[in-house]
């Protein structure tokens, strides 16, 4: 964490040193030929990073200035030379009109470089721009574009670049465009490497379309079909390529178009089976299992193939039913997540006895319960609104110097797919937007009504920052190894999610209600009997942190929290918590490396350092005359617990584990959940078995099946799946 806090700390005086620049022309300009060297050395250089280390290299991206979208027509907007351009600056109401002469290269944007009419050239680097396709088809070399209130900036490098992080704030324009028409460029005719498409006919844009479809390049068919349709053609020969396209655009999740193509099908031919058919699967993309379920009906009455209709039929019955009634088939779903590394289930949300209502001023909306609920009910059942996991991501730092947060991999780039995903699907906006996105834009309105659609980046990520969770394989029952209990900061190597009405609940340490994962789904179960009107309530960060890192976690939502824990830590003299971090801090680096790297070597020294911890952090709750939550023991008497397995000492581990249940208060009504309870309870269970103690731990299992209702599936099923094999083999302890 340190480092990243001191490159943090060097960007934002980079930042403060380039604006010594602002409102000046840089004092050189780079030649057409320097930059197209430039910029090959720079593909070089990635192409040789990626192949050295067999995947995508460590990048970093810096956004130094927050600024809204153009919500303006381009024919509104005045345009300016390059050559006119100043320094850390965004040149409101005005365009660049530009053509680029390179292939793009991308690390974590894209990067081109560009030529205006005048023959001036400068560097561009697009962010959030086309990521849901291949960059250089995005942008090739040899197209035109209008860049609508450009930023100009100062680089990492030290030169100067055009940079744009709204991607509506770029306007593709065919050369034929009146803008493009009138304007003589110094280079010469600005002729478009896509002219000879103009000379297509209607048969043979379809064909290309088709051919492109055939290989996977969805958006190529769909720029295909879409000059076929643009074209001077017959009705038929339209009818054909709208239906092609909405093919192509179900594809690449663009639902809103497909519907749109299918109703101007269904205009002039209305029992068209092929229109019917897409339309319902674009219902269905948009999660409108309702009106999915007409157009299907509608369509298995024309279909030719009803067995198709009849599965897609049973299909969108099984979300509605999934939608209405909260009830799932876990072991289904289970397996389907278990199936990939990027699990995104086909099933619905189920939104249960909940409301969203105002709670305070200070906490602003929450979500309350309309119905009394027992423990371990269903209230959630989210399917994310978005999700990135870390393979999909490589590996990148994301650094703002305006709200100085640092964000790695999958978090970083949750935003930049959401932004993709309101631009395929400009519905899916509003209730996005309603998301709490800080003080700072309380009173202002995202501008989200635009045509076309305009998506604030900036706004997006502010709504991520404050309401993304980090998706794990469950938060009750994880697959917990110590190489990730220790690793206690947000630049983690887990999937990010956005879920939207999860986003609604407010935070306390000690929540009465406990979220889970099956893949892209979270599962919010209470975790007692509550009665109506209860504000639902949850932990935004790890309970196992000391309360300086907790309140770190949650400081940039801008309360305190005042459950019994914090008032607990709070009464403490910061000194006393110092000593206990401290002991944590020294026990993780030194004496659990070395345990990890090695588990049966010098295990009676391992033994005694770990013991030593403990005793240190009891020693500080004594101190403080505290007997309840000495949680910052639990991960130092999980290891000791496997040591003492490791070295064959079945009667001390059995003490360790003990200790560890009652920390958490165990089987009572005050029981606590961290990610060293399950295993802990396991591995007792295991020890009662393997020293002939075998009631005690049949009454230990039966305990905890009671208590796993509060886990994803309301049963013990993920637990017995995790733990199975272990306890059959070792003491054939399941039937």
Same mark, same amino acid.
């Given at each position: 964490?340190?480092?990243?806090?001191?490159?943090?700390?060097?960007?934002?005086?980079?930042?403060?040193?380039?604006?010594?620049?602002?409102?000046?022309?840089?004092?050189?300009?780079?030649?057409?030929?320097?930059?197209?060297?430039?910029?090959?050395?720079?593909?070089?250089?990635?192409?040789?990073?990626?192949?050295?280390?067999?995947?995508?290299?460590?990048?970093?991206?810096?956004?130094?200035?927050?600024?809204?979208?153009?919500?303006?027509?381009?024919?509104?907007?005045?345009?300016?030379?390059?050559?006119?351009?100043?320094?850390?600056?965004?040149?409101?109401?005005?365009?660049?009109?530009?053509?680029?002469?390179?292939?793009?290269?991308?690390?974590?944007?894209?990067?081109?470089?560009?030529?205006?009419?005048?023959?001036?050239?400068?560097?561009?680097?697009?962010?959030?721009?086309?990521?849901?396709?291949?960059?250089?088809?995005?942008?090739?070399?040899?197209?035109?574009?209008?860049?609508?209130?450009?930023?100009?900036?100062?680089?990492?490098?030290?030169?100067?670049?055009?940079?744009?992080?709204?991607?509506?704030?770029?306007?593709?324009?065919?050369?034929?465009?009146?803008?493009?028409?009138?304007?003589?460029?110094?280079?010469?005719?600005?002729?478009?490497?896509?002219?000879?498409?103009?000379?297509?006919?209607?048969?043979?844009?379809?064909?290309?379309?088709?051919?492109?479809?055939?290989?996977?390049?969805?958006?190529?068919?769909?720029?295909?079909?879409?000059?076929?349709?643009?074209?001077?053609?017959?009705?038929?020969?339209?009818?054909?390529?709208?239906?092609?396209? @909405?093919? *192509?655009?179900?594809?690449? +999740?663009? &639902? %809103?178009? $497909? =519907?749109?193509?299918?109703?101007?099908?269904?205009?002039?031919?209305?029992?068209?089976?092929?229109?019917?058919?897409?339309? @319902?699967? *674009?219902?269905?993309?948009? +999660?409108? &299992? %309702?009106? $999915? =379920?007409?157009?299907?009906?509608?369509?298995?009455?024309?279909?030719?193939?009803?067995?198709?209709?009849?599965?897609?039929?049973?299909?969108?019955?099984?979300?509605?039913?999934?939608?209405?009634?909260?009830?799932?088939?876990?072991?289904?779903?289970?397996?389907?997540?278990?199936?990939?590394?990027?699990?995104?289930?086909?099933?619905?949300?189920?939104?249960?006895?909940?409301?969203?209502?105002?709670?305070?001023?200070?906490?602003?909306?929450?979500?309350?319960?309309?119905?009394?609920?027992?423990?371990?009910?269903?209230?959630?059942?989210?399917?994310?609104?978005?999700?990135?996991?870390?393979?999909?991501?490589?590996?990148?730092?994301?650094?703002?110097?305006?709200?100085?947060?640092?964000?790695?991999?999958?978090?970083?780039?949750?935003?930049?797919?959401?932004?993709?995903?309101?631009?395929?699907?400009?519905?899916?906006?509003?209730?996005?937007?309603?998301?709490?996105?800080?003080?700072?834009?309380?009173?202002?309105?995202?501008?989200?009504?635009?045509?076309?659609?305009?998506?604030?980046?900036?706004?997006?990520?502010?709504?991520?920052?404050?309401?993304?969770?980090?998706?794990?394989?469950?938060?009750?029952?994880?697959?917990?190894?110590?190489?990730?209990?220790?690793?206690?900061?947000?630049?983690?190597?887990?999937?990010?999610?956005?879920?939207?009405?999860?986003?609604?609940?407010?935070?306390?340490?000690?929540?009465?209600?406990?979220?889970?994962?099956?893949?892209?789904?979270?599962?919010?179960?209470?975790?007692?009997?509550?009665?109506?009107?209860?504000?639902?309530?949850?932990?935004?960060?790890?309970?196992?942190?000391?309360?300086?890192?907790?309140?770190?976690?949650?400081?940039?939502?801008?309360?305190?929290?005042?459950?019994?824990?914090?008032?607990?830590?709070?009464?403490?003299?910061?000194?006393?918590?110092?000593?206990?971090?401290?002991?944590?801090?020294?026990?993780?680096?030194?004496?659990?490396?070395?345990?990890?790297?090695?588990?049966?070597?010098?295990?009676?020294?391992?033994?005694?350092?770990?013991?030593?911890?403990?005793?240190?952090?009891?020693?500080?709750?004594?101190?403080?005359?505290?007997?309840?939550?000495?949680?910052?023991?639990?991960?130092?008497?999980?290891?000791?617990?496997?040591?003492?397995?490791?070295?064959?000492?079945?009667?001390?581990?059995?003490?360790?584990?003990?200790?560890?249940?009652?920390?958490?208060?165990?089987?009572?009504?005050?029981?606590?959940?961290?990610?060293?309870?399950?295993?802990?309870?396991?591995?007792?269970?295991?020890?009662?078995?393997?020293?002939?103690?075998?009631?005690?731990?049949?009454?230990?299992?039966?305990?905890?099946?009671?208590?796993?209702?509060?886990?994803?599936?309301?049963?013990?099923?993920?637990?017995?799946?995790?733990?199975?094999?272990?306890?059959?083999?070792?003491?054939?302890?399941?039937?």
């Amino acid at each position: 964490m340190a480092d990243f806090t001191e490159f943090l700390s060097r960007a934002i005086q980079n930042v403060e040193n380039a604006r010594t620049m602002k409102g000046k022309k840089p004092p050189v300009r780079a030649s057409k030929e320097n930059l197209v060297a430039l910029h090959q050395q720079v593909l070089l250089k990635h192409t040789k990073d990626n192949q050295t280390t067999g995947q995508l290299a460590i990048h970093q991206t810096i956004t130094t200035l927050t600024y809204p979208p153009c919500t303006e027509p381009l024919s509104s907007l005045q345009r300016i030379s390059l050559s006119d351009l100043v320094l850390e600056t965004v040149h409101h109401g005005k365009f660049v009109l530009c053509k680029t002469f390179v292939e793009p290269d991308k690390a974590v944007g894209i990067n081109t470089a560009v030529e205006d009419p005048e023959g001036n050239v400068d560097m561009l680097s697009l962010y959030n721009f086309a990521i849901d396709r291949d960059h250089s088809n995005a942008i090739p070399a040899g197209i035109v574009i209008a860049i609508k209130e450009p930023y100009y900036k100062i680089t990492a490098g030290g030169g100067a670049s055009l940079r744009c992080d709204h991607p509506t704030n770029i306007v593709h324009l065919d050369v034929e465009d009146p803008i493009v028409r009138q304007i003589t460029w110094k280079s010469g005719t600005c002729n478009s490497a896509d002219d000879k498409q103009k000379t297509l006919s209607s048969e043979e844009y379809k064909l290309e379309g088709n051919a492109f479809f055939k290989q996977g390049k969805y958006h190529n068919a769909i720029t295909t079909y879409t000059r076929g349709v643009a074209s001077n053609l017959s009705s038929s020969n339209v009818v054909t390529l709208r239906l092609n396209r @909405a093919a *192509a655009l179900l594809k690449v +999740e663009r &639902y %809103e178009a $497909a =519907l749109d193509d299918c109703r101007q099908v269904l205009e002039c031919d209305v029992g068209n089976e092929k229109a019917i058919f897409r339309s @319902a699967k *674009a219902f269905y993309g948009l +999660e409108e &299992y %309702e009106q $999915a =379920l007409v157009k299907m009906q509608l369509y298995s009455k024309v279909a030719a193939n009803k067995d198709e209709a009849h599965r897609e039929l049973k299909n969108i019955r099984d979300r509605l039913f999934e939608k209405q009634r909260g009830i799932y088939d876990w072991n289904v779903m289970i397996a389907e997540a278990k199936k990939s590394a990027t699990p995104r289930l086909d099933h619905a949300s189920y939104v249960g006895p909940v409301r969203v209502a105002n709670i305070s001023n200070e906490k602003g909306r929450g979500l309350i319960l309309t119905q009394n609920v027992c423990k371990g009910e269903l209230l959630l059942c989210s399917k994310a609104f978005e999700i990135c996991y870390p393979t999909e991501t490589g590996t990148v730092i994301y650094i703002n110097t305006e709200t100085k947060l640092t964000d790695k991999g999958a978090q970083g780039m949750l935003a930049s797919k959401i932004v993709q995903k309101l631009l395929n699907n400009p519905s899916l906006a509003k209730p996005f937007f309603d998301l709490y996105a800080g003080q700072h834009r309380l009173a202002k309105i995202p501008p989200t009504t635009s045509t076309p659609p305009v998506v604030d980046v900036f706004w997006v990520a502010d709504i991520c920052s404050m309401n993304s969770f980090e998706v794990t394989d469950s938060d009750l029952n994880p697959r917990e190894d110590e190489r990730n209990a220790f690793r206690y900061n947000h630049l983690t190597d887990s999937a990010s999610g956005l879920f939207l009405m999860p986003s609604y609940i407010n935070h306390t340490c000690l929540g009465n209600c406990i979220r889970s994962f099956v893949g892209d789904m979270m599962i919010v179960r209470a975790l007692d009997d509550l009665p109506a009107g209860t504000e639902l309530l949850m932990s935004y960060t790890d309970i196992l942190l000391e309360l300086e890192d907790r309140q770190s976690t949650i400081a940039k939502h801008g309360f305190t929290c005042d459950c019994k824990l914090c008032v607990l830590d709070r009464a403490e003299s910061k000194d006393m918590r110092m000593r206990r971090q401290t002991a944590f801090q020294m026990f993780s680096s030194q004496t659990f490396t070395k345990f990890k790297n090695d588990p049966s070597g010098q295990l009676e020294e391992r033994i005694n350092e770990t013991l030593s911890v403990i005793n240190t952090i009891e020693n500080t709750y004594e101190d403080s005359n505290r007997k309840e939550f000495q949680i910052s023991l639990c991960l130092p008497l999980k290891v000791l617990g496997t040591m003492y397995v490791a070295s064959g000492n079945t009667e001390k581990s059995i003490r360790t584990w003990k200790k560890i249940l009652k920390i958490h208060e165990f089987g009572t009504k005050n029981a606590i959940w961290t990610v060293c309870l399950i295993p802990a309870i396991a591995e007792l269970c295991l020890m009662y078995y393997m020293t002939a103690q075998t009631k005690l731990g049949q009454l230990l299992l039966e305990k905890l099946r009671a208590e796993l209702t509060v886990t994803a599936a309301g049963d013990d099923r993920i637990f017995l799946v995790e733990h199975r094999e272990v306890f059959e083999r070792s003491c054939n302890f399941f039937p």
